[in-house]
């Protein structure tokens, strides 16, 4: 099973005064879950795993947007850094879909492929898709399943954060940066009704950006 970074459902993250946030949201957010530095220093090892096991074969990375944006291009960074440095190295594409399966706070049963290119390019190739959370695994699952329709060769998940919560069908991606709590989380590219992807670190929101940014 892979291995992850467990942040406990105690975990009492750090005061937002610690750390620089946008002042537009300072009213919205409970607290910093996963400091910028500590999302940067994992990516790094997710990059030197996936490099281990798929090295030496051509990846296609597949990033979903427009949640997943952020990690894809420092995991993305940290892959060609491990190729420029090494005697082993994977050349690399990449291609970009977008999925949407939420309405404010909740996940809706539909979701939604927007855009990309035709998946029959991805036909005999090694597949990396790049997540932004797995929760309740239903769009994973679904992309999966598309996706296995055009026979690529080999499909890899890798999910930045992983929520544990009762609402999971039960699946777990190849590669997970970290197992976090049960809470709505904003940042690094994860949204709220798009707000929020412009902010560094990965936060917990408050009623009042709930309430503020709902739709
Ligand atoms: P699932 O289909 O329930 O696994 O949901 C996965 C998608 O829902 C992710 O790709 C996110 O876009 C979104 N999502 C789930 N939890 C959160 C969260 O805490 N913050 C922001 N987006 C989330
Ligand atoms: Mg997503």
């Known amino acids: ?128 898709i790049v997540e932004d959370i797995v929760e309740t695994g239903r769009t994973m699952q679904t992309l999966l399943s598309l996706l296995n329709g055009y026979n690529p060769k080999m499909v890899k998940v890798v999910s930045l954060l992983v929520k544990r919560t009762p609402k999971s069908l039960g699946y777990r991606p190849d590669y997970i940066g970290f197992e976090v709590p049960d809470e709505f989380l904003v940042g690094y590219a994860l949204d709220y009704n798009e707000y929020f992807r412009d902010l560094s670190h990965i936060c917990i929101l408050n009623e009042n950006g709930r309430e503020k940014y709902k739709v």
Do not use: W
């Open 1 to 128: 099973m892979a291995s992850f970074l467990q942040i406990p459902d105690d975990e009492k993250g750090y005061d937002l005064n610690l750390f620089c946030v946008p002042k537009h949201y300072e009213e919205d957010l409970e607290r910093v879950i996963i400091p910028h530095g500590i999302i940067m220093d994992r990516t790094e090892r997710l990059a030197r795993d996936i490099v281990q096991d798929m090295g030496g074969h051509h990846i296609v990375a597949l990033c979903v947007l427009k949640g997943g944006y952020k990690f894809f291009a420092d995991l993305l960074d940290y892959i060609k850094a491990l190729n420029q440095n090494s005697d082993k190295s994977v050349p690399l594409t990449v291609d970009f879909i977008r999925l949407k399966s939420y309405c404010n706070d909740q996940s809706t049963n539909s979701v939604k492929v927007i855009g990309g290119d035709e998946f029959s390019t991805l036909t005999g190739k090694n597949v990396l």
